[in-house]
């Protein structure tokens, strides 16, 4: 019987994981959800059965490849899969497919959130400000970006995006103004909302030479990932811009610090939030269990990312 493991060190939410069962059970496949395991090493021992696996940002290492005799299939549910080992995975014959989209929504509504919870001084009871009227960067104008952009129009911000792989008359016709540079959305934007992968490309490539660019009061809004901001950079504007904030969905390294020194110009989630609503965890876990499914039975292998 053909094995789906299904490993989430952050489980998806409870009716997620009941219609991914059905999903997999119509197939006659078998389940076996690993969920808050402790460590790595667990995960390596538990794949050692498994022909598919549906992963969020669990690190799928060589060695849980390795480890992985059967395995045909990792679809991580959701959209970065910078947590796998694109070589190794493809080194072994496993397809790798992310599901874009499935989880955006999700996304960009808490990037809007974090604005607000900013502009209100974290709800600490002083007079904050107003979206409205504001000018919104966003830096990357993919699923997230883009409905970051539509929710951001209902607030009345005025929107400018940076994109250099999405056509300027997309992003025109959906009333964005469209930048020619990532320095011109920089220096626009009262807020920034970064939307980009973490790849070699993107990685440290948020630095002190970017941040510089940003008027002082501006705030950059980070629900990617940690790893395309360069800290030391980022601590020395905050240092530099006395009215400068950082709010994000992913703490960095030096995150400790940086609360101590910057009382109420930074906020981190305690874990990273910004997928984990139900309606996420159903559309991306579905969305994994028939990609599996699909390739399986009949080798299609649409958002093959290896
Ligand atoms: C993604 O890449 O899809 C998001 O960052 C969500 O990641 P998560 O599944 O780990 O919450």
């Not at 090493?41 to 498994?50: K, N, R, S």
């Not at 549906?54 to 290492?61: A, F, G, L, Q």
């Not at 030479?209 to 809004?221: E, H, P």
């Amino acid at each position: 019987m053909t094995k789906v493991l299904i490993a989430t060190v952050k489980p998806f939410a409870k009716a997620a994981v009941d219609q991914i069962k059905t999903t997999l059970d119509k197939a006659g496949y078998e389940t076996e959800f690993f969920e808050k395991y402790a460590a790595q090493d667990d995960l390596i021992e538990a794949v050692a059965d498994a022909d598919a696996m549906i992963v969020r940002s669990d690190k799928i290492t060589a060695e849980v490849i390795g480890a992985a005799k059967k395995l045909k299939i990792v679809v991580r549910a959701g959209a970065g899969f910078d947590n796998v080992n694109l070589e190794a995975a493809s080194a072994n014959d496993v397809v790798v497919m992310n599901t874009p989209g499935q989880n955006s929504n999700a996304v960009a509504e808490l990037a809007l959130g974090m604005m607000v919870f900013q502009a209100r001084n974290h709800f600490n009871g002083t007079s904050g400000s107003e979206l409205k009227g504001k000018k919104l960067g966003i830096q990357a104008y993919g699923n997230v970006g883009r409905l970051v952009a539509n929710i951001a129009k209902g607030f009345g911000m005025e929107i400018y995006a940076y994109d250099p792989f999405v056509a300027r008359e997309t992003m025109e016709a959906e009333i964005v103004n469209v930048c020619e540079t990532v320095d011109e959305l920089y220096s626009v934007s009262d807020y920034l909302s970064l939307h980009i992968p973490a790849n070699d490309k993107t990685r440290k490539s948020i630095n002190y030479d970017l941040l510089s660019k940003m008027k002082d009061g501006s705030v950059l809004v980070n629900t990617a990932r940690k790893e395309v901001i360069d800290e030391d950079g980022l601590m020395k504007i905050m240092e530099e811009k006395t009215n400068f904030k950082y709010v994000s969905d992913i703490a960095p390294d030096n995150r400790l610090a940086l609360e101590e020194k910057f009382d109420g110009r930074v906020f981190f989630t305690p874990k990273k939030m910004g997928a984990q609503t139900a309606e996420a965890n159903i559309n991306a876990g579905i969305a994994a269990a028939k990609q599996i499914i699909a390739y399986l039975e009949k080798g299609v292998a649409t958002f093959k990312v290896n």
